[in-house]
């Protein structure tokens, strides 16, 4: 019964038609929270008592470190689905994940590598939180990497994903890292809400761009997910009676 | 508002990397957009030269 209902779902002219009008549902939201997260966390927020107001970084590095991981997770798993259930449409997802993930992975290395410099006095060292996102990056770039450079879809399809499904392990690294070893960087300060770390007025503005870039990941992997779609389905015949519109 | 810009003297720090966060999630969009554009024209061309060849 329900099964009928994701076979539908996971249909080229289905996903195509869905996939544009949840564009719009993600990526309204996502401009609002952005704007919003950004007044609470460049105005209204207080300066922090020991890093004054190179803090604010925070609001634009640690979404962008979530999305590196949660895009991450997001295309391991759809590849995962694609290679088990042999679903195009799942192959498509993570094939139009790599490169968002990718950009914020830069992102989240290059706004912690600026925050460093003025609080640890140096750009970068290659520590273990550091040194295995940057890990992610390369992660990334290898998955689109061996998607490329197979001509045939399929294999490229698979290929890609295994790589992808064993860089996962590098996801806990990432995160319990600045528990596992000695690192200049500082521990999460949200997965202390229980004991909360940070003042309201703080945080807020970080949950508010934490949600909003998640829901703008959602938006471009939409777009990008109906030009994946009409790149794969080029010679059918739903594109020419225009059920996908 | 010359303090704000200021950012208690971390300006050099802070504002690079807002500007660099806007300019990745503007790429995303844009980039995105074009491929979708890219994607659907190439489509249409099929269906205009008859035999969707390509």
């Known amino acids: 019964m329900s099964w009928i209902w994701f076979h539908k779902l996971a249909s080229p002219p289905h996903g195509y038609r869905i996939a544009g009008s949840l564009a719009a549902w993600f990526g309204w939201p996502a401009f609002i929270l952005i704007i919003a997260g950004l007044y609470g966390g460049l105005v209204l927020a207080p300066a922090d008592y020991q890093q004054g107001d190179a803090f604010r970084i925070v609001y634009v590095h640690a979404p962008s470190a979530w999305l590196s991981m949660f895009i991450y997770g997001t295309m391991a798993v759809a590849a995962a689905v694609g290679l088990v259930w042999r679903i195009k449409l799942a192959h498509a997802v993570a094939a139009a994940s790599a490169p968002v993930g990718a950009s914020f992975t830069f992102l989240a290395l290059v706004t912690g590598a600026i925050w460093g410099k003025p609080m640890w006095g140096t750009w970068w060292v290659w520590d273990a939180r550091l040194t295995s996102e940057l890990l992610l990056l390369f992660l990334y770039a290898g998955v689109m990497a061996l998607r490329a450079s197979i001509d045939d879809r399929d294999r490229a399809d698979r290929a890609s994903a295994v790589l992808a499904i064993v860089g996962i392990v590098n996801l806990p690294i990432i995160h319990y890292s600045v528990y596992w070893w000695n690192t200049l960087h500082q521990e999460s300060t949200l997965t202390k809400i229980g004991k909360p770390s940070m003042a309201g007025e703080m945080l807020w503005p970080l949950l508010v761009m934490l949600l909003g870039f998640t829901l703008y990941y959602g938006a471009v992997l939409m777009v990008r997910l109906r030009a994946e779609i009409l790149r794969r389905e080029r010679d059918a015949s739903w594109l020419r009676t225009g059920a996908g519109s | ?54």
């Open chain 2, 1 to 54: 508002m010359n303090e704000f810009f200021a950012m208690g003297g971390y300006a050099a720090f802070v504002w690079p990397c807002f500007l660099l966060a806007a300019i990745v999630l503007v790429w995303n969009v844009v980039a995105a957009r074009r491929l979708l554009n890219a994607a659907q024209n190439r489509v249409l061309r099929s269906i205009d030269t008859g035999k969707g060849r390509r």
